[in-house]
């Protein structure tokens, strides 16, 4: 029999998948895991219990949460649900705006922000903007493209129609008629704009699919008939944008409903003129994406360059500056992206994370010096069981996670270093189904379902529950209220920093057996750690049986500890680490060495040898794990 010892220091290579129990050569084997749910991978390799998370108030369905900041003091949260958008500051509702968006279209809203305007697109509704004018002073209203003095709006025009079909008008001047050579119009062109021979007129009535009554704004040059007419590109017949994004003070349209691959620019510093003019440095820019594959617009990005994000392709436009004589696009790599919903691109330490097409790939597009082009790997190659099925995604920059939402109500997190080449992923689940998440300033929101009810919760470090609050009295007392929105729930309570019995809430409040200064309550979850199975070390790569003879736990800040090493959960005691526990006092947060001895063989190599999972709602952070192991080849 051999007796060796395994040191495992790091788990920066998160939770990988069951793929690799063959591949213990690989450092991510060495760095892995086999499970890791409900914790955060610290960045010293080290992981903790999540944070909990802090109950702020229940809206009014599901929807989408889209941070607002202002600067780096004033911070929102908008809350876009069916017809309506709910705008918090510090958790605080300020106001409720009425929005156009239906539930079922919320998934396909894109939007961007300057200063205090932040403007918002979807395929099937005319583009918004909501503008915040003063503290507390919100309003939404419709886009306006700039109108010269002679009346002409500057807005993106197109000719839908083939190029052979003709329009002739029944005057130059007042009110007109417009005869098609062809049926291209329809009940909904009313109120729209078209350009005859580049003179503008509205149209005000649809006679027939051929024939309609406008009014001229551009006296017109003739009543001869002309190929030379284009409608507004973005119409309810149309269709409107479908991503918005800024840059070089250019307002950038990715897509329409009806042009899916083409891209306009607006004048430089001039968001709304798309005025093509003369083709001068200044002047804006409109051109469609051709290739040999469909390449509808998903999204835009400014980052080094503008960043295009197709159903079929990622692409680079560039131009320095950028203007119609300068512009290039090139296509990079062919991945593509989700074609369902839109889920915002983001920068992370100058890459640009995209959810793949298939919905099963997280995707770093950065560019490389070397080859003076953009790359495509995906951060997800190990982990590819927690990439589900994305609907929403984004980065907390100060705890360097990135947390993404998948489709069954679970969230992921993963922790990002790049320079350090970390790319370690975790997966979350609360009793309940998460919808969207939002970090707004330093916060991270949640919006979740749960039973039946939709609620907005962050995460709270203070906190080891969920759709928990907490509560002070100056006087000890049993009984807490303010609890309605857990009615009927069971719930885990902290009282005094002790742990109690779970309580049912009936009434909004709850009744403790006795009287307590301080309490947490909320929904608990359990945290798991289960490691690989060992691997690559001596004697046990071959071995036939092994056993785990002891495991010491180097613990930071811990009170409590539940452990299997093969005979079920149990709950270890700190006192060796730790002060003595008194049972009228708070368990203390330890941090130090805990030996655990083991007893019994495993058959099975491909087990690990031991599992760490608890519920008790007290801080848990592990820092590394040392193994004495017996082999018997």
Do not use: C
């Not at 583009?127 to 002409?152: M, Q």
């Not at 109690?500 to 307590?516: D, P, R």
């Not at 736990?553 to 680490?577: E, H, K, M, N, P």
């Amino acid at each position: 029999m051999a007796r060796t010892t395994q040191i495992k220091t790091t788990f920066t290579a998160g939770e990988v998948s069951v793929d690799l129990l063959g591949r213990g050569d690989l450092r991510a084997y060495e760095n892995g895991a086999l499970r890791l749910r409900n914790v955060f991978i610290q960045p010293t390799g080290g992981v903790k219990r999540r944070s909990g998370l802090r109950y702020l108030d229940e809206v009014s369905g599901t929807g989408r949460l889209i941070a607002f900041e202002f600067n780096t003091e004033q911070t929102y949260l908008l809350v876009v649900t069916d017809l309506q958008t709910a705008i918090y500051a510090d958790g605080v509702l300020q106001t409720t705006l009425s929005t156009p968006w239906e539930e079922a279209d919320i998934a396909n809203l894109a939007w961007t922000q300057s200063a205090d305007t932040l403007l918002l697109v979807h395929p099937d509704y005319d583009p918004k903007k909501i503008t915040r004018s003063g503290l507390g002073v919100w309003n939404v209203s419709d886009w306006a493209f700039f109108e010269t003095d002679a009346g002409r709006k500057t807005q993106p025009m197109y000719k839908f129609a083939d190029a052979a079909v003709t329009i002739t008008p029944s005057a130059t001047t007042g009110s007109i008629s417009l005869t098609a050579s062809a049926a291209v119009f329809e009940t909904g062109h009313e109120n729209t704009r078209l350009r005859v021979g580049d003179r503008e007129v509205e149209i005000t009535l649809v006679n027939s699919p051929t024939v309609v009554t406008a009014s001229v704004i551009e006296a017109l040059v003739s009543t001869s008939a002309t190929v030379d007419w284009e409608e507004q590109a973005f119409s309810a017949v149309r269709g409107y944008p479908q991503t918005v994004a800024f840059h070089q003070d250019r307002l950038v349209i990715g897509g329409s409903r009806d042009l899916p691959n083409r891209l306009w620019f607006s004048q430089s510093g001039d968001l709304f003129n798309f005025d093509l003019g003369t083709g001068l440095d200044a002047e804006a820019i409109e051109f469609g994406i051709f290739s040999d594959q469909v390449n509808a617009i998903r999204g835009v990005f400014s980052g080094r360059h503008l960043q295009v994000f197709t159903s079929g392709a990622e692409w680079m436009v560039t131009g320095d500056p950028l203007t119609p004589s300068t512009v290039q696009i090139k296509r990079q790599t062919r991945v593509g992206s989700m074609v369902t919903r839109y889920i915002a691109p983001l920068d992370v330490d100058g890459a640009t994370l995209f959810v793949a097409r298939n919905g099963q790939e997280l995707r770093e597009f950065v560019y490389t010096d070397v080859e003076a082009a953009y790359q495509s790997t995906d951060l997800a190659l190990l982990s590819k069981h927690i990439i589900s099925t994305p609907v929403d995604q984004d980065f907390d920059q100060r705890r360097r996670l990135l947390f993404l939402v998948r489709e069954d109500g679970k969230f992921a997190t993963l922790t990002v270093y790049r320079a350090e080449a970390v790319a370690a992923w975790t997966l979350h689940e609360t009793l309940g189904l998460v919808k969207s998440v939002s970090v707004a300033g330093d916060d991270v929101y949640f919006l979740i379902e749960r039973n039946g009810a939709y609620f907005i919760e962050v995460v709270d470090d203070a906190l080891s529950l969920d759709s928990a609050l907490t509560g002070e009295a100056g006087t000890a007392t049993d009984t807490w209220s303010g609890l309605g929105y857990l009615e009927g729930q069971s719930v885990s309570v902290v009282a005094d920093g002790r742990v109690q019995e779970n309580e049912v809430v009936a009434g909004g409040e709850i009744v403790l057996s006795q009287a307590f200064s301080s309490v947490q309550v909320g929904l608990p979850f359990s945290h798991i750690i289960e490691p690989l199975p060992p691997a690559n070390v001596s004697g046990v790569g071959s071995a036939r049986a092994v056993r785990l003879r002891e495991i010491v736990f180097r613990l930071s800040s811990t009170a409590a500890l539940s452990l299997d090493v093969g005979r079920g959960l149990q709950d270890v005691s700190l006192r060796q680490i730790g002060e003595d526990n008194i049972l009228d006092a708070p368990l203390p947060l330890v941090s130090g060495d805990i030996r655990v001895g083991a007893y019994g063989w495993v058959y099975d190599m491909a087990q690990p040898l031991w599992r760490i999972e608890q519920d008790i709602p007290l801080p848990f952070a592990l820092l590394s794990v040392q193994m004495e192991i017996i082999a018997n080849s």
